[in-house]
């Protein structure tokens, strides 16, 4: 089977999801070890929750991870690093959309991020907002 026809199956609309996820595990490589150990674990956990999802589920989220790959591999590109920037802050209209159950992902997912980075403002603030 010749390069083409190997690339062409990879990429075709059943192994598409499979394909993605391949490419951003790939992709961490370049991050900081925390960050990859970090990502990997929530990528992992992403992709097998929606393994079985509903179609309608299904299109949006290959959408986010497919852009998310776009953006870290410009990223980790070599313009990317010297600019030395990885991650991008979600636009307010996405953030308005988000349910109740994603947000609270959001919250757990910086948290742990910044326990990661050794930073406590973003959980203090938290904290005094509850209070």
């Known amino acids: 089977m010749s390069a083409a026809k190997r690339a062409a199956q990879a990429i075709s609309p059943q192994r598409f999801p499979l394909f993605l996820y391949k490419s951003i595990l790939r992709l961490h490589y370049g991050l900081p070890k925390e960050a990859r ?8 956990d992403e992709f097998r929750r929606h393994k079985n999802a509903e179609p309608s589920f299904v299109k949006p989220f290959i959408d986010e991870w497919t852009n998310y790959c776009v953006m870290l591999s410009k990223q980790l590109s070599s313009a990317g690093i010297r600019k030395g920037q990885i991650g991008a802050d979600l636009p307010a209209d996405k953030l308005n959309n988000l349910s109740n159950e994603h947000i609270q992902q959001l919250v757990e997912l910086r948290i742990e991020a910044d326990n990661h980075l050794g930073k406590t403002d973003f959980l203090e603030n938290l904290e005094k907002i509850q209070k």
């Not at 150990?37 to 929530?42: A, K, W």
Request: hydrophobic letters at 40%; proline letters at 0%.
């Open 37 to 44: 150990l970090m990502g990997d674990t929530y990528v992992k």
